[in-house]
């Protein structure tokens, strides 16, 4: 039923572009240039000539190298005022077709911003306010993890699985644990000698191995969580108002 709906008002945008793109035939339409006849009009006896008109625009701006560049107020100034970046919490209350236009927005925002550091750096001068770019990068990225969620969710909802491509966690002959991704074979698998070379499995001998191994990632996060305190000390010292404005937050 929606298929047909579908069919029948794509049948009627047709219709009316026609209708728009063409002219009525009539007696004076013979020799005349840039005239085309419309047989689905019904008063053949009005007929104008269609000259030059275009019904697809990709942009209502039509601007040429210019967009490369920032706006001329901007220019010789040493810094120039910008909004924070877009974060998940504000893009995930967008539509996905609002997403889409956002993250043109920002791909021809970084085209500019990159246009002026490669010109601050031809140059030799500083970029005015080039912290703009890492705003917009991080929005770009943030745009991207908000429709890997959305991606995410409808495949979990249409097939139950996360990931693109269906496939299990497995281990190798080191008991690393990682994600295989399931494959299209030419042969069965009892038939395939390369599949049943490979080994999914490790044997007991290499459970030593695996808990040296995990020993050793807790030992480096705990020597990074311990730099970072004495760091946050060392900083508190230096600074004590700091320190006592962060308390007080807390």
Not at 88 to 101: F, N, P, T, V, Y
Not at 178 to 186: D, F, L, N, R, S
Request: charged fraction near 30%.
């Amino acid at each position: 039923m929606a298929a047909a709906t579908g069919m029948a008002a794509l049948c009627r945008r047709l219709t009316g572009a026609l209708r728009l793109w063409g002219a009525r035939p009539g007696p004076a339409a013979a020799g005349l240039p840039g005239l085309m006849l419309n047989p689905f009009h019904k008063n053949l006896a009005k007929a104008e000539p269609v000259h030059q008109l275009k019904f697809l625009h990709t942009s209502l701006s039509r601007r040429g190298l210019e967009e490369f560049f920032d706006d001329p107020k901007n220019w010789g100034e040493k810094t120039v005022k910008s909004g924070d970046a877009w974060n998940i919490k504000q893009l995930r209350a967008k539509s996905s077709e609002d997403l889409h236009k956002l993250w043109y927005v920002l791909l021809k925002e970084k085209n500019m911003l990159l246009t002026l550091e490669q010109e601050s750096k031809r140059q030799l001068k500083p970029m005015p306010s080039p912290e703009r770019l890492e705003k917009v990068e991080k929005s770009m990225k943030n745009i991207d993890l908000v429709v890997k969620e959305r991606e995410t969710a409808l495949r979990l909802l249409q097939t139950g699985h996360e990931k693109p491509v269906p496939g299990e966690w497995r281990h190798d002959f080191l008991g690393r644990t990682y994600w295989y991704t399931y494959k299209e074979w030419p042969i069965p698998w009892y038939l395939n000698k390369k599949y049943k070379k490979r080994r999914f499995y490790y044997l007991r001998h290499v459970d030593h191995f695996i808990r040296l191994r995990r020993e050793k990632f807790l030992r480096r996060r705990a020597r990074k969580q311990n730099l970072e305190k004495r760091r946050q000390k060392v900083l508190e010292s230096k600074f004590p108002h700091i320190a006592a404005k962060s308390q007080r937050q807390q």
